[in-house]
């Protein structure tokens, strides 16, 4: 049930691909609390996706930039601008490694892919706040997010150079929320989610394996994609004006699990040995 907890409220989300998205569902749940959004991706991304029914759907303009691209996001602000003037809210939703979809393992990196790795999935970030800051284009007490991963802070031997992306991503999140909310009280934070079976996640090798195991790992089970939605719009409502510069883990408990009896139950340890 909607409760308009962002009537009036214009943001950008950037990263829906298809109805598995996570920015997908943030789009939904945005329109049915009353937002008005642009909604991009990168022009490849537009053509492999399903992105032109949500735009019909949710009555956003749909515009394509890629977000490593500082002339790509400055054409999109003009864009949103001439549609909406100052911002309320942007979705960072944007992730992507070369190296995870060639299979490079992880002792074995091309160099050059993680450099792409690091622009598209984390230096994005800063190229989209940093052109956002520069033209003054966030209303005060505006929020911004960007969707993370545990493995930022611990080892998952799957997730390949996606953790340092990560890592760099949260850095950036809490270093431009501190300048953010000194010069116009905006407010940076990142999700930690869980596994989710998007696009880009199950791009990630052994991804089943990391579902289930957080599955039997969180003690309220791994949050999904609609789930995840339902949080973003919390932090761009006025309810969480006052949460800056966080990693916020969205995960069931995972993140402060040790282990749990559902998971020995599984490995069937003899109790004897």
């Given at each position: 049930?909607?409760?308009?907890?962002?009537?009036?409220?214009?943001?950008?989300?950037?990263?829906?691909?298809?109805?598995?998205?996570?920015a997908w569902k943030v789009a939904e749940k945005a329109h049915e609390e009353g937002a008005q959004f642009v909604l991009t991706n990168a022009p490849v991304a537009l053509r492999l996706g399903t992105i032109n029914e949500l735009a019909e759907k949710t009555g956003a303009p749909l515009v394509p930039a890629d977000a490593t691209s500082i002339d790509d996001i400055n054409n999109l602000l003009d864009e949103a601008?001439?549609?909406?003037g100052k911002l309320d809210f942007v979705l960072h939703s944007i992730g992507m490694s070369p190296n995870v979809r060639k299979k490079r393992d992880y002792t074995n990196l091309n160099y050059d892919w993680l450099n792409k790795t690091y622009d598209v999935s984390a230096v994005s970030f800063h190229k989209i706040m940093q052109s956002l800051y520069k033209r003054d284009m966030m209303n005060e007490w505006g929020s911004i997010l960007g969707l993370t991963y545990i493995a930022a802070q611990r080892t998952f031997g799957e997730y390949n150079d996606m953790a340092e992306a990560k890592a760099l991503l949260e850095s950036i999140a809490r270093s431009f929320g501190y300048h953010y909310g000194k010069k116009?009280?905006?407010?940076?934070?990142t999700i930690s989610q869980s596994p989710t079976p998007t696009t880009a996640g199950t791009g990630?090798?052994?991804?089943?394996?990391?579902?289930?195991?957080?599955k039997l790992m969180s003690p309220l089970g791994n949050a999904t994609a609609e789930e995840c939605a339902n949080y973003c719009i919390m932090m761009f409502s006025d309810f969480t004006k006052k949460v800056t510069m966080q990693n916020l883990y969205h995960d069931g408990g995972f993140s402060n699990m040790?282990?749990?009896?559902?998971?020995?139950d599984v490995m069937n340890f003899d109790e004897e040995a």
């Open positions: 049930m909607a409760h308009q907890l962002l009537q009036g409220k214009k943001g950008i989300i950037f990263g829906a691909l298809d109805e598995n998205s996570i601008e001439k549609h909406f116009s009280k905006v407010r940076v934070n990630v090798g052994g991804f089943n394996k990391m579902l289930e195991y957080g040790g282990v749990t009896t559902e998971l020995f």
